[in-house]
């Protein structure tokens, strides 16, 4: 009951603190604020790029590899030099992998070439991207169909003249028609519609179906030269759910340093990319914004508790003769103490309130206004008030403590 007595009285006197001086008391909420504000709102914003980024980095696959040519780095020293020489994936590196592999779900071999025209009848799109993959594209990707199927064995053997499109060409060509057993022109090519990808929506790294037209391997040998580096060649490896993804990389490795024949002590003439190296830059990238949110942030808290801590000094010296009187009716020292420090954590918690309240309206005006959807988590939430609690402790202890040791006889006579 002396607890929330106590906050009681604290919420009373901060209110009569801001009502009684309300330019005083808001000018010196304003740093805290900001401070609240500025740091929830890099949080905020960090969280939500990191979690549509990671949503487009777990499309990969948390236990698929790639073979490439060129390394996923990132940085201003990039050894390019290194890599420039180096094959690329090749097709007969896939048929090797592909009878050798025991740990994969599934080996594929994919080429792409962007930036090409559909057309059908008197209707074309532009920017299309054309991927050509073997039969077991389904096994390595997550595919999800809004309309028809995935290309038969004997079609993907035989390179049957198969296509299936990305919801934006579908629509692009087709409007609202069902486009399934309808011919169109890709590449010079008169190919049937078999299957149309279920719509995604745009990703933070670009990585979408919508835009792109897949057609058997065996069909793009006809088309075009599929081991050229114009055409981007890599071999998806995805490894079976009951083996452990160290066991799968460390295995496709040895496989493919003995299809290349690779000495012994000989660095690979190959890249296993992997979704957690862009997770990890990821991360050391959103660290530094982090850590920058909070230097900016922390001057203006800092500010905001010097103004919160010269609030409760001349709080006390407004109440020094009712705090004589509180002691001399035999209230304890450490009473007085928790009364001002309460005081000063609730007003620090009106200034972060204001500052999440804030954010809370730019996170609407940012997913009303924009294709952008940003998220206010409740950890930032925590965090804010988290902030707020610890300033005000911080800036009303010393305020308080002289506060507990007024002689009663002194401060009445004040």
């Keep these: 009951m002396l607890v929330f007595r106590l906050i009681g009285e604290s919420f009373r006197f901060a209110w009569d603190a801001l009502r009684q001086n309300k330019l005083r008391t808001s000018l010196s909420l304003l740093g805290i604020t900001i401070g609240i504000f500025i740091i929830i709102a890099v949080f905020t914003a960090v969280d939500t790029m990191r979690n549509q980024i990671q949503s487009s980095v777990d499309k990969l696959g948390s236990n698929t590899l790639f073979v490439q040519k060129w390394p996923w780095l990132?940085?201003?020293?990039?050894?390019?030099?290194?890599?420039?020489?180096?094959?690329?994936?090749?097709?007969?590196?896939?048929?090797?992998?592909k009878e050798r592999m025991e740990s994969a779900q599934g080996v594929c071999f994919e080429v792409s070439s962007g930036n090409r025209t559909i057309k059908y009848r008197s209707s074309s799109v532009e920017g299309a991207n054309i991927n050509a993959a073997t039969q077991e594209y389904d096994q390595t990707w997550n595919l999800e169909f809004e309309n028809g199927r995935y290309f038969t064995e004997s079609e993907g053997k035989s390179g049957a003249p198969v296509c299936i499109l990305g919801a934006?060409?579908?629509?692009?060509?087709?409007?609202?028609?069902?486009?399934?057993?309808?011919?169109?022109?890709?590449?010079?090519?008169?190919?049937?519609?078999?299957?149309?990808?279920?719509?995604?929506?745009?990703?933070?790294?670009?990585?979408?179906?919508?835009?792109?037209?897949?057609?058997p391997m065996a069909l793009a040998k006809g088309i075009f030269d599929i081991n050229s580096e114009r055409y981007n060649p890599q071999i998806t490896v995805r490894g079976k759910e009951n083996i452990s993804f160290e066991e799968v990389e460390s295995e496709l490795q040895g496989q493919m340093r003995a299809i290349r024949r690779v000495k012994p002590g000989?660095?690979?003439?190959?890249?296993?990319?992997?979704?957690?190296?862009?997770s990890n830059q990821l991360d050391t990238m959103f660290s530094a914004i982090n850590i920058g949110g909070w230097i900016i942030g922390g001057f203006s808290i800092l500010v905001g508790g010097f103004g919160i801590a010269n609030i409760m000094f001349v709080s006390v010296r407004e109440r020094t003769n009712i705090i004589g009187i509180q002691k001399s009716l035999g209230a304890k020292s450490y009473?007085?103490?928790?009364?001002?420090?309460?005081?000063?954590?609730?007003?620090?918690?009106?200034?972060?309130?204001?500052?999440?309240?804030?954010v809370y309206l730019g996170v609407l005006a940012v997913s009303n206004f924009t294709d952008f959807k940003a998220a206010l988590y409740l950890s930032n939430i925590v965090l804010g008030i988290g902030v707020s609690?610890?300033?005000?402790?911080?800036?009303?202890?010393?305020?308080?403590?002289?506060?507990?040791?007024?002689?009663?006889?002194?401060?009445?006579?004040?």
């Design 389 to 414: 609690v610890g300033i005000g402790i911080v800036s009303g202890f010393w305020p308080a403590y002289s506060a507990s040791k007024l002689d009663p006889v002194e401060a009445i006579r004040s």
């Design 168 to 215: 934006e060409i579908a629509e692009g060509l087709f409007g609202t028609d069902d486009p399934i057993g309808k011919q169109i022109k890709v590449m010079g090519r008169r190919v049937t519609v078999v299957g149309v990808f279920k719509k995604e929506g745009e990703d933070m790294l670009g990585m979408s179906q919508d835009k792109n037209v897949l057609i």
């Design 266 to 278: 000989q660095e690979d003439d190959f890249s296993l990319n992997k979704t957690t190296m862009l």
């Design 74 to 97: 990132f940085g201003d020293n990039y050894p390019w030099w290194k890599y420039v020489n180096r094959p690329e994936p090749s097709f007969r590196d896939y048929l090797s992998l």
């Design 335 to 358: 009473f007085v103490l928790l009364q001002f420090i309460f005081e000063a954590v609730v007003l620090c918690l009106m200034g972060g309130l204001c500052g999440l309240f804030l």
